[in-house]
C-alpha cells in the first residue's frame, strides 16, 4: 500500500485544506512542524527527503475553482524531484486532460466535483486509459458533482461502472473530513466495494495517524492521501519506516 502526500496550491502557494472550506485556507507553514514554508517545491522535497516518499497528490484549487492555475509549479515539481505526480487541475473535458499532460504529470485526476457531464470520464477514459484516475467526491457521503446524472449515483454503483473503463485507479474523498483528522469516514464504502471491482481504490479524507494506515492496509486499499497528519507530525518519519518495513 502506498502513502501520497498531498500538496493543495492555491495563489502560487500551499495551503492546509480543512473540510472544503477553500476561503478559509491558510498558507501550511503555519501549522507545520515538517515545512517552514509554503512554497510548492520546498514542501514537495520535504514529503520526498524528510519522509522518503515517493509520490504527490496535487489539487491546484485556482484551476479547479477557474480562478487561473498553478502548472508552472507543478512542472517544477517534476523537474525538481523524482516524485510521481497525480493532479487535479478541474479537467472536464477531453481537451483539458491533454494539457495538463504538458506539464510532465504522470496522472490526471477526473473529480466528479467538476464534471458537469458524466459521459466525459468515458471519453477521456477512451483517449488516456490508465494515465487516468478518476475521484469520487464526497460531501457528508453524497457524491458531489455538477452532473445531476453522477449526483443521483450512489458511490459503489458509480465505482462498479468506472471499474469497466480500463481507468488506472479510482479515489474516494470525503471532502468534509479533509483536514479534519477525525479518522477514516468512508470504511464502510470500501469494505463493500474493495471486493467488487479490479481497479486499485485510493481513499483519503480525516487520516489522524499512523493506526489509520494500518486499518485501512487491511481493508486492501491501494493509496492512501494525508497532509494535515504529515505537517503536524502524528504520523512521523519513524512511523513511516515501521510500516513500510512490515509490508
Not at 466525459?120 to 475521484?135: H, L, W, Y
Request: aromatic share 4%.
Amino acid at each position: 500500500m502506498r502513502i501520497i502526500p498531498v500538496v493543495d496550491l492555491k495563489d502560487g502557494q500551499v495551503v492546509h485544506a480543512v473540510r472544503g472550506e477553500r476561503q478559509k485556507y491558510k498558507p501550511i507553514h503555519s501549522i507545520s512542524v515538517l515545512c517552514n514554508s509554503s512554497h510548492p517545491i520546498d514542501v514537495a522535497k520535504a514529503y520526498e527527503q524528510e519522509l522518503d516518499l515517493e509520490e504527490l497528490y496535487i489539487a491546484d484549487l485556482d484551476a479547479i475553482t477557474s480562478k487561473g492555475n498553478n502548472f508552472e509549479k507543478i512542472l517544477e515539481i517534476k523537474e525538481k524531484t523524482n516524485l510521481s505526480t497525480m493532479v487535479d487541475a478541474g479537467v472536464n473535458s477531453l481537451q483539458k486532460a491533454f494539457e495538463i499532460l504538458k506539464f510532465k504529470v504522470d496522472k490526471i485526476i477526473i473529480a466528479t466535483e467538476t464534471l458537469t457531464k458524466s459521459e466525459t470520464i468515458e471519453k477521456i477514459a477512451e483517449a488516456i486509459g490508465k494515465k487516468i484516475v478518476v475521484s469520487i467526491d464526497l460531501k457528508n457521503g453524497k457524491i458531489l458533482s455538477k452532473s445531476p446524472e453522477l449526483r443521483k449515483t450512489d458511490v459503489i454503483s458509480l465505482a462498479v461502472s468506472l471499474d469497466m473503463l480500463g481507468i488506472g485507479e479510482i479515489i474516494i474523498l470525503e471532502l468534509s473530513w479533509v483536514g479534519s483528522q477525525k479518522g477514516i469516514h468512508s470504511k464502510r464504502i470500501l469494505q463493500k466495494l474493495i471486493p467488487q471491482i479490479n481497479t486499485p481504490i485510493i481513499t483519503g479524507g480525516g487520516i489522524k495517524d499512523i493506526n489509520d494506515i494500518y486499518e485501512l492496509k487491511r481493508l486492501d486499499v491501494s493509496g492512501i492521501l494525508v497532509a494535515t497528519a504529515l505537517h503536524k507530525g502524528n504520523i512521523i518519519k519513524k512511523d513511516l519506516e515501521s510500516f513500510f518495513s512490515k509490508r
